[in-house]
């Protein structure tokens, strides 16, 4: 609903966003506990915190997987552009092999798939 008080600045209430502060009021610690409803406590979500944890290991695993690919690509470009030497190209390559091992030990630690690390960007097409 939308409300224009009289000096012309506009007010919005929603039942919805008034629920939610209602809420989150409720977890701060300066209420008392007397002010928490039955009712309330069960609209209170129910968070799985191993899920959680494993929602957020997916997602910084992504990331490193990302960070790794782009890595090769910059690794390929430097070698065909000639910049490298043969011992700086051996380097690399071995530095690019030993993390793809460690992203793997990683990946397999969270019990995660390879397609875990490959995020749907919708129209975009996948990540990776």
């Known amino acids: 609903m939308i409300k224009e008080p009289e000096n012309k600045d506009f007010q919005i209430e929603s039942d919805s966003i008034t629920d939610f502060a209602r809420v989150m009021h409720t977890d701060t610690?300066?209420?008392?506990?007397?002010a928490i409803t039955s009712d309330k406590?069960?609209?209170?979500?129910?968070?799985?915190?191993e899920n959680i944890k494993n929602g957020l290991a997916q997602l910084?695993?992504?990331?490193i997987?990302?960070?790794?690919e782009l890595l090769e690509r910059q690794a390929i470009?430097?070698?065909?552009?000639?910049?490298?030497?043969?011992?700086?190209?051996?380097r690399l390559g071995l530095t690019l092999m030993q993390q793809c091992e460690e992203i793997d030990r990683l990946r397999k630690l969270f019990d995660l798939e390879d397609e875990d690390?490959?995020?749907?960007?919708?129209?975009?097409?996948?990540?990776?």
């Open 29 to 34: 610690p300066s209420c008392s506990s007397s």
């Open 41 to 49: 406590k069960q609209q209170r979500l129910k968070i799985d915190e």
């Open 60 to 63: 910084v695993m992504t990331l």
């Open 65 to 68: 997987k990302l960070l790794h």
């Open 77 to 90: 470009r430097r070698i065909e552009s000639g910049s490298l030497d043969d011992d700086q190209v051996e």
């Open 117 to 128: 690390l490959n995020l749907d960007l919708g129209p975009l097409g996948k990540l990776l």
